[in-house]
């Protein structure tokens, strides 16, 4: 079923989105108002478990800090979505930039979502907790961590999906 957005009011296509978000809270797609964050959870937690050798992952409970899901062992996962080349969303809870202890591991993974405008998955990239300490970079105006994503990223870690 295609819409006709162009032939429809300001009001209706606000109206059209509402009730996409509330289906898709309703199918438990997503949970939250971020819809893109939300769309690259389920995406990533559905590939993982279709997909023999990645391990089989579980949402984490709403709130959870840090993570995104769980592994049936244990490890845990903090999964960011992002639609163009640029950074992933940041990473609270890691000292800052000008601080020099060692951060307490928040995760074991990070899974990088990569869709297309069209929210279609383009690309998957998994790094570990070292990975993530030595690719991280420090996003001034937020106070926190972040990831560029980059081609250079793309060489230097897991690509459990490519489009």
């Not at 959870?64 to 960011?80: C, F, L």
């Not at 990473?91 to 899974?111: C, H, M, R, S, T």
């Not at 279609?120 to 993530?132: A, P, S």
Request: with cysteine.
């Amino acid at each position: 079923m295609l819409i006709d957005f162009e032939k429809m009011s300001h009001a209706e296509v606000i109206e059209c989105y509402s009730h996409t978000t509330k289906e898709l809270k309703k199918r438990e797609i997503v949970r939250t108002k971020n819809i893109t964050g939300e769309l690259g959870e389920y995406i990533a937690v559905d590939y993982y478990n279709k997909t023999p050798n990645l391990p089989n992952l579980q949402f984490a409970p709403p709130s959870t800090e840090n993570i995104d899901a769980i592994s049936r062992k244990g490890e845990r996962y903090s999964i960011k979505t992002i639609t163009n080349m640029g950074s992933t969303g940041v990473f609270y809870g890691l000292p800052p930039l000008e601080a020099d202890e060692i951060p307490n591991q928040k995760f074991e993974y990070v899974v990088i979502v990569k869709l297309t405008d069209d929210f279609e998955l383009e690309r998957i990239l998994e790094l570990t907790w070292d990975e993530f300490l030595e690719n991280k970079k420090w996003h001034s105006r937020m106070k926190a961590w972040n990831l560029s994503y980059s081609n250079k990223l793309i060489d230097l870690v897991n690509n459990i999906f490519k489009r």
